[in-house]
């Protein structure tokens, strides 16, 4: 199998190079690539000791920061080295602040994997959520490295619990040990017959407690809201947008909306501010205007919508429409607002959980969405009290960082 494996790769590796000179994001994909060697050859020597953190993209890096942030303050005179596999996450945390050196992850191939541990030396690995590279994993369990998974979150439809998963299930025995987000995965990995497990949550909701504590103020959303009823729409896509832009038209002039869609191409926020018959101001395009004047706010940016989430008396998050579903909801649940989404979200634990709490309400039509926008806005009891079971619950599932933390002081 690992054969097979290795094979396909020879195989698919030129086809990727193919399908760069047609599709921009796979350009990035392979461009970005090409000097990961020499990048590390030159920010890392043979006497430097390193901790190594791999997310696949955006998601997973932001939920293993509460972690790296951690690991940086216990291991101060180590390098941090972060990778990425796709480039939607690389191109917006290549600049962070937390990586001595952040770079894609080259190709699973064997040469790849070897040369990439030869380089970075490191003494902790990381694994953030899922992503599991045979042969890396393989070269760190035969180097002895010590090698987590964070966050883990198993079903029972991976290829791990099925008859042909053997070649999967191969590649879990690198882990030293797991850190899963629920029992379930608990009992998923035990049935495998592994026992180096613990039930740690998800550092996602420590990284969003933390957001509270930072100065969120924003002058600009100060004017716009004007002390009105105001709706914030968060990662929306046209699916959502559809909806959205129907009840804004026929909305009361009190209620201010401010809209972030996930796709801020020009062509697209054109398209939405063409469909909207209210007054409507672009990010790109407020300077020197009085914002209190507009009843819409399109956000065409990236970077700032969690600090507009905290001027919110309700938000909307979008991608509950497509798949594989609704986009991060904890980035609003934190700042103690309810939370209406589309009806695809049972892929998330956390939706799934305010959905049933009721802190979070699932609208598949027109009618339901306003209907709960409008019980929302007229309701402050109801807003509140909604409101309090978003924030309580991200509270209450705060602390994954200090189990993973406390398993390494033992270990390390």
């Not at 090698?147 to 053997?166: P, V």
Request: overall charge neutral; proline content about 4%.
């Amino acid at each position: 199998m690992f054969f097979l494996y290795n094979l396909m790769l020879l195989l698919v590796t030129p086809l990727v190079h193919v399908a760069a000179l047609f599709s921009p994001k796979i350009k990035l994909f392979v461009a970005g690539r090409r000097t990961v060697f020499s990048t590390l050859a030159h920010a890392i020597g043979p006497e430097d000791k390193t901790i190594w953190f791999h997310a696949a993209s955006l998601g997973e890096f932001e939920q293993g920061l509460p972690v790296m942030e951690q690991i940086k303050l216990r291991y101060p005179g180590h390098k941090i080295v972060v990778t990425f596999f796709s480039p939607s996450g690389y191109e917006v945390r290549k600049n962070n602040t937390i990586a001595d050196v952040t770079v894609y992850l080259p190709l699973d191939t064997k040469a790849n994997a070897q040369q990439f541990i030869a380089l970075v030396h490191p003494e902790l690995v990381f694994f953030i959520k899922y992503e599991y590279w045979p042969n890396y994993l393989q070269e760190l369990k035969k180097a002895g490295i010590p090698t987590y998974l964070i966050s883990g979150i198993f079903r029972e439809n991976q290829a791990f619990f099925k008859w042909y998963g053997g070649f999967y299930r191969e590649a879990l025995k690198t882990f030293g040990y797991f850190f899963v987000q629920n029992d379930r995965s608990k009992q998923l990995l035990q049935g495998l017959g592994y026992q180096n497990v613990a039930v740690s949550g998800d550092t996602r909701f420590d990284r969003v407690v933390t957001i509270l504590e930072r100065d969120n103020s924003l002058a600009f959303m100060e004017q716009f809201k004007n002390q009105q009823p105001t709706i914030v729409i968060g990662s929306s896509w046209p699916k959502d947008e559809a909806l959205l832009v129907n009840y804004i038209n026929q909305s009361a002039s009190d209620i201010k909306f401010v809209i972030a869609p996930h796709n801020i191409k020009a062509e697209q926020i054109q398209a939405l501010q063409q469909s909207i018959t209210r007054k409507t101001v672009l990010f790109s395009e407020k300077e020197g205007k009085n914002l209190a004047d507009y009843q819409v706010f399109i956000i065409d940016t990236i970077g700032i919508l969690t600090k507009i989430y905290s001027y919110a008396d309700l938000a909307y998050v979008g991608g509950g429409f497509g798949q594989p579903g609704v986009h991060n909801l904890l980035e609003p649940a934190t700042f103690g607002i309810p939370i209406v989404l589309g009806p695809n979200y049972s892929h998330f634990a956390e939706a799934t959980a305010l959905v049933q709490l009721e802190g979070c309400i699932s609208i598949k039509n027109p009618e339901e969405l306003q209907d709960a926008f409008d019980q929302l806005l007229a309701n402050a009891d109801i807003r509140h009290e909604k409101g309090h079971i978003c924030g309580t619950f991200v509270q209450m599932n705060k602390g994954a960082t200090a189990v993973i933390l406390r398993h390494l002081s033992s270990h390390h």
